[in-house]
């Protein structure tokens, strides 16, 4: 290994130092040994330590690890995961080769997931073996191997103290060490600050370390406030002295800080492609064990006081308070590490604008988001049982537009059904979001119009149904959706039996079908309700639950009626 890449490899290990103590916290599972383990879910947790073996040989050799792996699982369990807590320390001690899926040495076998692709492929790829890959490398740890591939160095270090910068094509993706920010100026400007390129200006941005320029000008293409952080990083330039001692700092940052551009607030689809993309990005910054630890700095790269009704999810990312550019303003920040992360709206990116071949779903990616979302979170989980009827939810709205004018009857008609359990939710009205994911959680059917609600979708069990009432002439935004996420979508078959209301009036003028209210003929709507009904019976996960749970009875009641006859015995 030549000087270059081993002083690469000591960069990329210089994090913060961590001490270790026996306690569960949201973001990790400490016991009294050299090392401290994140709090993922089971399945999750196995990759985790087959990525870095050292970690995993430290635990398997240490039973107050393997005892607090298995409480962790035990407190977090889900029910639906398909590893028990006790497979987790049998992976740690036989040595699992279970990967993600991005890994150089991941066996396709091993994967976390692969796609189902049974949908056509001629006049798209030459057969299915690529049709399914198209699909991985568009959507699934298949990107995230290729931003891994990508990473070039942008300003290279000398010494271990040096700043240095590298990043992945187009800079979608970046991080940093020992890297100045000089926001002197932001508390002059008198404009409120989102979307903005001219954040920075030059000699803003600095590092000590040998800048490849003509390097980060061929990455300049992706120009959008949203696309890149070309419009940030095509200011950065070099300084003379040692960051650290060069006195310029007037804020050093020690821990890890994620600055996040983010697309909305107070949408659920914009701000989970937020959301999203800050997971993945966890993925591609995995240089080291503490990757997915929560002791990090999140900051919105805006001015805007940050609010949002989705705002507990970045206690799934980070300990501390959310950070806006207010925090930091009139001073030199200084960061010790610091990553840029992938964005909601890159061309060709992931969430929003992910260009998906035609007939594959199953985003192995999409599925661990939701799982590290639902365990991290802490969201209840009910499994579903022979005797139990399918839970419906159907998504009142409470807007101006794409009301459903005869919801009542609708909901009547269904309700007949005693094989239905039907919930009439709102999620605007008085529900936290824990709640709401409580409640989307335990679904096996989720009903809505089209709207940013049905996001919730992302985190439906593997086997639910979506049915988009009305895609409202939007017909892929949450069919993609779906497909991501790996779960069955219906929506409208028939406009001869829709009604609207009015042809509907954009604001800025014309007809629009998102700008106006809706009827639904009652028996298409019955009908589609029970083609829904039977894909979650046919699901495989769904049948798997139901054989499970018989047999658990069984072994029940065999146990008691031994336990009976041995009473009687005794007697």
Same mark, same amino acid.
């Given at each position: 290994?030549c000087?270059?890449?081993?002083?690469?490899l000591?960069l990329l290990?210089?994090?913060?130092?961590f001490?270790?103590h026996?306690e569960?916290?949201h973001?990790?599972?400490?016991?009294?040994?050299?090392?401290?383990?994140?709090?993922?879910?089971?399945?999750?947790l196995?990759?985790y330590?087959n990525?870095f073996?050292?970690?995993?040989?430290?635990?398997?050799?240490?039973?107050?690890?393997?005892?607090?792996?298995?409480?962790n699982?035990s407190?977090?369990?889900s029910d639906?995961?398909?590893?028990?807590?006790?497979?987790?320390?049998?992976?740690?001690?036989?040595?699992?080769?279970?990967?993600?899926?991005?890994?150089?040495?991941?066996n396709?076998?091993?994967?976390?997931?692969t796609?189902?692709?049974p949908?056509?492929h001629?006049?798209?790829?030459?057969?299915?073996?690529?049709?399914?890959k198209?699909?991985?490398?568009?959507?699934?740890?298949?990107?995230?191997?290729n931003?891994?591939?990508?990473?070039?160095?942008?300003?290279e @270090?000398?010494? $271990?103290?040096?700043?240095?910068?590298e990043?992945?094509? *187009?800079?979608? =993706? %970046?991080?940093g060490? /020992?890297?100045l920010?000089d926001?002197?100026?932001?508390?002059?400007?008198?404009?409120?600050i989102?979307?903005?390129?001219?954040?920075?200006?030059?000699?803003?941005?600095l590092?000590?370390?040998?800048?490849?320029?003509?390097?980060?000008?061929?990455?300049?293409?992706?120009?959008?406030?949203?696309?890149?952080?070309?419009?940030e990083?095509?200011n950065?330039?070099?300084?003379?002295?040692?960051?650290?001692?060069?006195?310029?700092?007037?804020?050093?940052?020690?821990? @890890?800080?994620? $600055?996040?551009?983010?697309?909305a607030?107070?949408?659920? *689809?914009?701000? =989970? %492609?937020?959301?999203? /993309?800050l997971?993945a990005?966890?993925?591609?910054?995995?240089?080291?064990?503490?990757?997915?630890?929560?002791?990090?700095?999140?900051l919105?790269w805006e001015?805007?006081?940050?609010?949002?009704?989705?705002?507990?999810?970045f206690?799934?990312?980070?300990?501390?308070?959310?950070?806006?550019?207010?925090?930091?303003?009139?001073?030199?920040?200084?960061?010790?590490?610091?990553?840029?992360?992938?964005?909601?709206?890159?061309?060709f990116?992931?969430f929003?604008?992910? @260009?998906?071949?035609?007939?594959?779903?199953?985003?192995?990616?999409?599925?661990?988001?939701s799982?590290?979302?639902?365990?991290r979170?802490?969201?209840?989980?009910q499994?579903?049982?022979?005797?139990?009827?399918?839970r419906?939810?159907?998504?009142?709205?409470r807007t101006?537009y794409?009301?459903?004018?005869?919801e009542?009857?609708?909901?009547?008609?269904?309700?007949?059904?005693?094989?239905?359990?039907?919930?009439?939710?709102s999620?605007?009205?008085?529900?936290?979001?824990n709640?709401?994911?409580?409640?989307?959680?335990?679904t096996?059917?989720l009903?809505?119009?089209h709207?940013?609600?049905?996001?919730?979708l992302?985190?439906?069990?593997?086997?639910?149904?979506?049915?988009?009432?009305?895609?409202c002439q939007?017909?892929?935004?949450?069919?993609?959706?779906?497909?991501?996420?790996?779960i069955?979508?219906?929506?409208?078959?028939?406009?001869e039996?829709?009604?609207?209301?009015?042809?509907?009036?954009?604001?800025?003028?014309?007809?629009?079908?998102?700008?106006t209210?809706?009827?639904?003929?009652?028996k298409?709507?019955?009908?589609l309700?029970?083609?829904a009904?039977?894909?979650?019976?046919?699901?495989?996960?769904?049948?798997k639950?139901q054989t499970?749970?018989i047999?658990?009875n069984?072994?029940?009641?065999?146990?008691?009626?031994?336990?009976?006859?041995?009473?009687?015995?005794?007697?």
């Open positions: 290994m000087h270059k890449q081993l002083l690469i000591m290990s210089q994090f913060t130092n001490s270790v026996a569960i916290s973001g990790s599972v400490r016991h009294s040994g050299k090392t401290s383990l994140p709090n993922l879910p089971v399945d999750h196995i990759r330590l990525t073996p050292k970690v995993r040989e430290q635990c398997a050799e240490n039973e107050e690890c393997l005892r607090a792996i298995s409480f699982a407190a977090n369990s639906d995961a398909t590893s028990s807590p006790a497979s987790v320390a049998s992976a740690i001690t036989l040595k699992s080769t279970a990967c993600w899926g991005h890994e150089l040495d991941c396709e076998n091993e994967r976390f997931q796609p189902t692709c949908g056509e001629s006049g798209w790829v030459k057969n299915k073996a690529e049709q399914i198209t699909f991985y490398y568009q959507a699934d740890f298949g990107y995230i191997q931003q891994i591939n990508e990473l070039a160095l942008i300003c @270090p000398r010494y $271990i103290t040096d700043s240095s910068l990043c992945s094509k *187009y800079l979608r =993706f %970046c991080r060490r /020992n890297l920010f926001f002197r100026e932001l508390g002059q400007r008198k404009d409120l989102r979307y903005h390129m001219d954040v920075l200006k030059p000699q803003q941005l590092g000590h370390c040998q800048l490849n320029r003509t390097r980060l000008n061929e990455e300049l293409d992706h120009m959008g406030a949203l696309q890149s952080w070309a419009p990083l095509r950065f330039d070099e300084i003379a002295k040692p960051l650290m001692a060069s006195g310029a700092c007037d804020l050093v940052v020690d821990t @890890p800080t994620f $600055i996040m551009k983010i697309d607030t107070y949408n659920m *689809y914009h701000h =989970f %492609c937020d959301f999203f /993309n997971y990005t966890l993925f591609v910054n995995q240089s080291h064990p503490l990757a997915f630890h929560t002791d990090v700095r999140i919105i001015t805007y006081p940050y609010d949002s009704p989705f705002a507990e999810t206690k799934a990312f980070s300990d501390h308070p959310v950070w806006t550019l207010n925090e930091v303003k009139d001073k030199r920040v200084c960061f010790r590490n610091l990553v840029l992360p992938l964005l909601p709206r890159m061309i990116g992931l929003y604008n992910t @260009p998906l071949i035609h007939g594959c779903q199953g985003s192995g990616l999409f599925r661990a988001f799982e590290f979302i639902l365990h979170m802490q969201i209840p989980y499994q579903p049982t022979p005797e139990a009827k399918l419906i939810t159907f998504l009142s709205r101006k794409r009301q459903v004018l005869n009542e009857q609708l909901l009547s008609e269904i309700g007949a059904n005693s094989s239905y359990h039907i919930q009439q939710i999620f605007e009205r008085g529900l936290s979001f709640q709401q994911l409580a409640i989307t959680r335990n096996d059917i009903i809505g119009m709207g940013a609600g049905l996001t919730h992302l985190f439906l069990p593997n086997w639910a149904t979506i049915f988009e009432l009305y895609n939007d017909p892929n935004c949450y069919k993609d959706l779906a497909r991501l996420r790996g069955n979508y219906i929506t409208w078959e028939r406009d039996l829709l009604y609207p209301q009015d042809e509907g009036h954009h604001p800025q003028g014309g007809a629009h079908a998102k700008f209210n809706y009827r639904f003929d009652p298409e709507f019955i009908r309700v029970a083609k009904a039977d894909l979650v019976h046919k699901h495989n996960d769904f049948q639950f499970q749970k047999q658990k069984v072994n029940t009641n065999t146990n008691m009626k031994g336990q009976i006859l041995q009473a009687k015995e005794e007697l």
